[in-house]
């Protein structure tokens, strides 16, 4: 027998897939939470031999001192790894400043940088370390300023075109990739849990976290481990 096919206005709609969360933990990792519907732990029955069920997550080492990177094993702990920033002067102030060109203004936030120098290396005829003003808009393509606005990590970057400002990326996976001596890089709208000291103008689309333990904007990168020389032989 051949099924019906019910009309259009009776189909369903394929429920909307759930993004993963980031959840951190005081003075502990950062969890990383895929779904929030609790799964089945295979071999795991209580005593009236009913399977139990918990809500999966990988916890992610933010101490810097973990010998399984990027997991956490435990070592915050040992270390006294506190989530808090100092009380000292941090980084740069959380201001956004814009830089105007002809068809094109760029906007930098320096609190928010994790110094992975993407805009530097890319198209140092507009990003002009050492000079004033540090950003040239108009030493490059619109095109070509706008490509490497785009790779960068932590949010500290945007432009704006006919008076409409672009800070997120559409069409990407969510994804936390672990950087070779450096922090987490989160892309395509990761929700960070209960977070508020985001900079002006940052994109929650995407952004960075510390993992070194010595940045002073925790949870965020702030570049503190190129001071630290942090290492990660594994990643």
């Known amino acids: 027998m051949i099924a019906e096919v019910p009309p259009s206005s009776e189909r369903k709609s394929p429920a909307p897939e759930e ?6 933990v005081s003075n502990g990792p950062l969890y990383l939470i895929n779904s929030q519907a609790p799964q089945i732990i295979e ?9 139990i069920s918990k809500i999966v997550s990988v916890a992610l080492c933010r101490c810097g001192g973990s010998k ?3 997991f956490c094993d435990g070592s915050h702990r040992s270390l006294g790894f506190s989530s808090e920033n100092k ?7 959380d201001k956004r400043k814009d830089y105007v060109g002809k068809g094109i203004t760029v906007h930098d936030n ?11 290396r890319n198209l140092e005829s507009v990003f002009r370390l050492g000079q004033r003003p540090w950003i040239n808009p108009n030493g490059a393509s619109i095109e ?9 990590p932590s949010g500290a970057l945007s432009y704006s075109t006919d008076d409409i400002e672009y800070r997120d990326q559409e069409d990407r996976k969510p994804l936390v990739i672990v950087e070779k001596n450096g922090p987490y890089r989160v892309q395509a709208g990761i929700e960070l849990v209960g977070i508020n000291n985001w900079g002006k103008g940052a994109s929650k689309e995407h952004y960075t976290l510390c993992r070194c333990g010595a940045s002073n904007n925790k949870p965020f990168c702030d570049g503190s481990h190129l001071q630290i020389r942090f290492k990660d032989d594994k990643n």
């Open 19 to 24: 993004k993963p969360k980031i959840m951190p």
């Open 43 to 51: 071999n795991l029955k209580n005593s009236r031999e009913e399977p």
């Open 68 to 70: 399984d990177e990027p």
């Open 87 to 93: 009380n000292v002067p941090q980084t740069g102030e």
């Open 110 to 120: 320096r609190r928010i940088c994790s110094h992975s120098a993407e805009c530097i």
């Open 144 to 152: 070509s300023v706008i490509e490497t606005v785009k790779k960068c």
